[in-house]
């Protein structure tokens, strides 16, 4: 299947764990393109429409995935616009606007959206956790803000090889991995 995105970071945490589950006929191929995104409170809606799209491009089976960051005191605010927010006040806009902010919690959602053609399949992981009071470790993304449940630490500051045993991703692609194989590689 091609994994369709524009973020590289997103397919290298995905590649690992599907090429060590070592069956043949199970790969993973980047493509890397910028896809239209509609406007919906749902990340499962904007995932739909953006694996149709992404089908219509490579006509082939097709993989993509959409993230949101769902802050409690923020009313689950950024949400679905979590990439918009990303790009223009960052990580230090995200902690300014919690600054007198006692709650901190966040969840961290990932939807994976496979389309094969006919049928379009959704798998959902998430990660409980908090923003930090400062930006964390070297990463991407929202990683050196992010701090999951149990720990101290922001992902970034834990580590790749830690967030990807741990992280929504990780949860979601879990799901995905079980259905495909169970469905799709008889
Ligand atoms: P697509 O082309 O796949 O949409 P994107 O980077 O725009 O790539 P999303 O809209 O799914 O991705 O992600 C929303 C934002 O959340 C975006 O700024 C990402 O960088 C960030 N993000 C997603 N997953 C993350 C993770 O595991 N750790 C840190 N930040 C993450």
Same mark, same amino acid.
């Given at each position: ?7 590289? &970071? ?11 589950? *070592?069956?043949? &006929? ?39 995935? =959409? *993230?949101?960051?769902?802050? =409690?005191?923020?009313? #689950?605010?950024? #949400? ?12 230090? #806009? ?5 600054? *007198? ?14 389309? *094969? ?41 834990? #580590? ?27």
């Amino acid at each position: 299947m091609y994994f369709v995105s524009s973020n590289e &970071n997103k397919y290298k945490e995905i590649v690992d764990f599907i090429q060590a589950l *070592d069956r043949p &006929n199970f790969t993973i191929k980047f493509k890397q393109l910028e896809l239209e995104e509609i406007q919906s409170d749902s990340l499962e809606k904007v995932s739909e429409h953006k694996a149709l799209k992404a089908f219509e491009r490579v006509r082939y089976l097709t993989l993509i995935e =959409d *993230d949101g960051l769902f802050i =409690d005191a923020l009313n #689950g605010f950024p #949400g679905v616009y979590s990439s918009y927010i990303f790009k223009t006040i960052g990580n230090s #806009g995200i902690i300014k606007l919690l600054s *007198d902010e006692k709650n901190r919690k966040a969840v961290f959602r990932s939807v994976f959206a496979f389309h *094969d053609g006919k049928n379009i399949q959704i798998f959902v992981g998430e990660k409980c956790g908090s923003i930090s009071h400062s930006p964390e470790g070297e990463g991407w993304g929202y990683d050196p803000i992010f701090i999951p449940e149990g720990f101290e630490n922001t992902f970034a500051h834990l #580590g790749y090889e830690f967030k990807n045993k741990i992280s929504h991703r990780r949860i979601a692609l879990e799901k995905l991995c079980t259905w495909f194989l169970a469905n799709k590689q008889k």
